[in-house]
């Protein structure tokens, strides 16, 4: 008789598909990056990212509390200043919108979550680089590491549980590890941006933080055609002390989440990035896709490639959807 396996008797009922289901996706897996923006009296919609705002410090506040409350495992915090300069001062200021923020949100909910810090100047130079200039132009490594060590220790006495370098600096884990636990900040995590891809997916998250960057990021971030790269830099982050590593974006690098997993001893994380969230939404907007279930069947894939964590603008929306 043929066929003699019948692999279909698994999937009859709901209940039988959901007793043999492979992959777990659960709310305590997803972080909400969340924009808090200086100077704001009211949210600012950001127009690429439909339901994603810069919120004002009241809002934050908020926000943060109902995404708690359905069941996020944590938060990631993105300040935006109203004013920058060529050191993105305002990154190590304890009076600037990020390390405020970060008081507020420890303040509001001390350890019921994890509350994680985007820990690069981005956001805060007029050039809009990760990094400070040479006299050539050029992202200078160490000089940036000077400054990510400080503005990870500000960031840590403001409330950070976790760190997240995201600037691709080499020595940067290491570099931040030691700054952390000389100022007596031993228990505070870091999230290695390990595999930051020069992606094209990242358009709408430069609207987002009012981004001031001309030209590009790829003398730093990696060509998205380089697969074995990616394992190195994970594997040197991993030799300076990261607590967690992360792949970014997520989609179009879901073999590199799963090498990642294959070799990491620690957690793994993947960003489901803004250029990734706008395509979705503009096309369930128009009415070719089943928004919810698309929502899911992608963060579903991330999880089946490896992570163990999804950074996610839809993270409170669809830890209710899962609870």
Known sequence: ?????????????????????????????????????????????????PGVVQHTRDTLRKAAVDAVNAGVGGLMLFGIPATRDAEGSGAVDERGILNVALRDLRHELGDATVLM????????????????????????????LRIYAEMAVAQAEAGAHVLGPSGMMDGQIGVIRR???????????????????????????????????????????QDPGNGREALREIELDLAEGADMIMVKPALSYLDVIKAAADISPVPVAAYNISGEYAMVEAAAANGWLDRERTILEVLTSIRRAGADMI????????????D
Not at 197 to 202: I, N, P, Q, R
Not at 311 to 322: G, N
Request: charged share 25%; with cysteine.
């Open 1 to 49: 008789m043929f066929p003699e396996h019948r692999p279909r008797r698994l999937r009859t009922t709901p209940a039988m598909r959901r007793l043999v289901g492979e992959t777990t996706l659960r709310p305590r897996q997803l972080i909400l990056p969340m924009f808090v923006a200086e100077g704001l009296d009211q949210p600012k919609a950001i127009s690429s990212m």
């Open 117 to 144: 810090a985007d820990t690069c100047l981005d956001e805060f130079t007029d050039h809009g680089h990760c990094g400070v200039l040479d006299a050539d132009g050029v992202v200078d490594n160490d000089a940036t």
């Open 179 to 221: 700054a952390l636990d000389e100022a007596g900040h031993r228990d505070k995590a870091i999230l290695a941006y390990s595999a930051k891809y020069a992606s094209a997916f990242y358009g709408p998250f430069r609207e987002a933080v009012d981004s001031q960057l001309k030209g590009d990021r790829k003398t730093y971030q």
């Open 311 to 322: 950074l996610t603008y839809w993270a409170a929306e669809a830890a209710a959807w899962l």
